[in-house]
């Protein structure tokens, strides 16, 4: 049998979920589900893997941004509930990176691009995305790779 796809093991989550009760974990796995559904109605087509893992790490950077304005705002208490929602989503993510993993790609997809000046951080940056998805904050690195660049 073929391998799992990760859209199917959302799905199976989320039955798992309603067997459980855990109201919290349904919610944000709807969410998930709903989001890949809106994309796939929209652009009419079958999510892939790598899809799903953009539409999940847009939601991850979503409810970053949103901790941050609540946080920000004084409600901790809505910055705890969009937290507990990233991890949920960060569930059904792979691995994050290290630092030194981070480092690494950064300096192969230099030398990989031949980059030299800030004008090539285009071509280090298309090289790092496929990478990067789901596994690091690309805006954190875009910041490491602009430093590694000035250099």
């Known amino acids: ?13 989320m039955k798992e979920a ?3 009760k855990d109201k919290n974990r349904l919610g944000t796995i709807r969410l998930i589900l709903a989001d890949i559904k809106k994309v796939e109605v929209d652009e009419r087509i079958d999510v892939d893997d790598t899809r799903v893992l953009a539409i999940l790490d847009k ?3 979503q409810r970053r941004d949103s901790v941050k304005q ?6 901790d208490d809505l910055a705890q509930v969009e937290a507990n ?3 949920v989503i960060q569930a ?7 630092d030194e993993e981070i480092s690494e790609l950064i300096t192969s997809a230099i030398a990989e691009s ?3 000046s800030m004008q090539d951080m285009g071509k280090v940056m298309n090289l790092l995305k496929p990478k990067l998805q789901g596994r690091a904050d690309v805006g954190s690195v875009s910041q490491k790779v602009k430093a590694a660049l000035a250099q």
């Open 1 to 13: 049998m073929a391998e799992e796809t990760l859209k199917s093991q959302i799905t199976s989550a």
């Open 18 to 20: 309603m067997k459980a």
């Open 59 to 61: 939601m991850v950077k």
């Open 70 to 75: 609540y946080t920000d705002a004084g409600r």
């Open 85 to 87: 929602e990233i991890e």
């Open 92 to 98: 059904f993510l792979p691995k994050a990176l290290t």
């Open 114 to 116: 031949g980059a030299a």
